[in-house]
């Protein structure tokens, strides 16, 4: 079994289960959640999921636990750390600003990964498309190496190179 954050790679669906008022033990909610017990109990350490209510010693989580848990997933998927996940499930509808100024660096910070890997793309595709049998002899990998040698990222070097525009300040080639 592979597991991703906690998370096994089959998915989930779990018949409803016949448990006490309706709770779920912490084996019934990993299962339908498709995560790991401990994933679960990292969740509640993390303050992420809140603690369950115990019975005879064993936790039980009410069955809404199941979405918090997917939710918790989604927030993951989206590339939100766990700190920024306890950030947005704490400020919830109450501070709908707050949840939106982490979502819009949450974005801004993807769209500078996406720039990154476009442009190591487009070097690597470069580079296997090069005449030249030895790439130290490539005049533009040659100007790569000198932008780097001033401070500049790939991103900026690589669309200099192409005659574009990079913009520092908001990371948009133009």
């Known amino acids: 079994m592979s597991f991703s954050h906690g998370r096994q790679s089959t998915a989930s669906s779990a018949p409803e289960v016949n448990t006490p008022h309706g709770l779920l033990t912490i084996g019934e909610l990993a299962h339908r959640a498709g995560v790991s017990t401990s994933a679960l109990r990292y969740y509640e350490e993390l303050g992420l999921l809140p603690l369950p209510a115990r019975i005879s010693g064993q936790r ?9 848990v997917a939710a918790i997933l989604v927030y993951s998927d989206a590339g ?3 700190a920024e996940q306890k950030t947005l499930l704490a400020t919830g509808a ?3 600003g707050g949840r939106r100024q982490l979502m819009q660096r949450k974005l801004a910070e993807l769209d500078e990964q996406i720039a ?5 793309r ?4 470069h580079g296997l498309r ?14 790569g190496i000198t932008a780097r040698l001033a ?7 690589h669309q200099q190179l192409h005659g574009q525009r990079f913009d520092e300040a908001t990371g948009i080639v133009s």
Do not use: V
Not at 122 to 125: F, T
Not at 133 to 138: F, G, P, T, V
Not at 151 to 157: V, Y
């Open 60 to 68: 039980r989580y009410p069955e809404s636990a199941a979405r918090l």
């Open 80 to 82: 939100f750390t766990l």
């Open 94 to 96: 109450s501070t709908p």
């Open 116 to 120: 990154r890997a476009q442009a190591a």
């Open 122 to 125: 487009e070097a690597i595709s």
């Open 130 to 143: 090069c005449p030249h049998e030895d790439i130290a002899q490539c005049p533009n990998f040659n100007a």
């Open 151 to 157: 401070g500049q990222p790939l991103t900026q070097s």
